[in-house]
């Protein structure tokens, strides 16, 4: 399958094991869908320098290596993940500003944005946990969060779906499909509903749980049609 003019599946990397993760299951995800991966790791120079001339050309010398150093790393991740190495496009790319907003940045022109669960909060100040939350609500992709040590080539369960009404709900609906023709496996669709949805206060424990079913189902006739 051809990556001309693809989108990039793009991953945020600081270096932790979860975002390393991340970038495991991002290959397998690129391959699958014959798309670039692309790698990125924010930083921010710590030293402080306050003029209007331009930035000495040293500064933050010493943060950019060593977020090449992590990307270069996760390149080689990312090709022991995948069954065909040579045939995956790898991007890395340092890029100086806060983690979130780069993130953010980037998930404009990806297909996909992959995080991990947790980061490395010693050297960049921030829990990863923090981070993908924001960036799961802000990003302009489907992004995916990806916990820790997780089977990259595990045995192939189905796909899981949450559905609801909202009106995001139609693009996790197209992405679910998706995942599922790709890894050639089924997919199940899951809508949960409470007792509040019962108007009549005296309804029994048997009508209640009838019309929570009859809503259910529903729901999920209307958003999978």
Request: glycine content about 8%; overall charge negative; some cysteine.
């Amino acid at each position: 399958m051809s990556t001309v003019n693809a989108r990039a599946i793009v991953v945020g990397v600081d270096g932790s094991g979860s975002s390393l993760d991340a970038v495991g299951w991002a290959a397998r995800e690129a391959e699958l869908r014959g798309a670039p991966l692309k790698l990125v790791s924010a930083y921010q120079i710590r030293a402080l320098y306050t003029s209007f001339v331009a930035l000495p050309s040293h500064l933050g010398a010493e943060e950019n290596a060593r977020a090449d150093s992590i990307l270069t790393s996760a390149s080689l991740v990312a090709r022991r993940s995948v069954e065909k190495p040579d045939a995956l496009t790898i991007m890395i790319e340092p890029i100086v500003g806060p983690t979130v907003q780069a993130l953010i940045d980037e998930s404009a022109t990806a297909s996909m944005m992959v995080v991990g669960s947790r980061g490395n909060g010693e050297y960049f100040a921030e829990l990863l946990g923090s981070v993908s939350t924001a960036v799961a609500v802000q990003a302009r992709c489907p992004v995916v969060i990806v916990p820790r040590s997780v089977e990259l080539h595990s045995a192939r369960g189905p796909v899981v779906l949450g559905v609801d009404a909202s009106a995001h709900n139609q693009e996790a609906v197209r992405l679910a499909f998706e995942e599922a023709s790709l890894r050639g496996t089924g997919l199940v669709a899951v809508h949960v509903s409470t007792d509040r949805l019962v108007s009549s206060p005296d309804a029994s424990t048997s009508d209640k749980s009838e019309a929570i079913v009859s809503n259910g189902r529903t729901v999920l006739a209307e958003n999978l049609s």
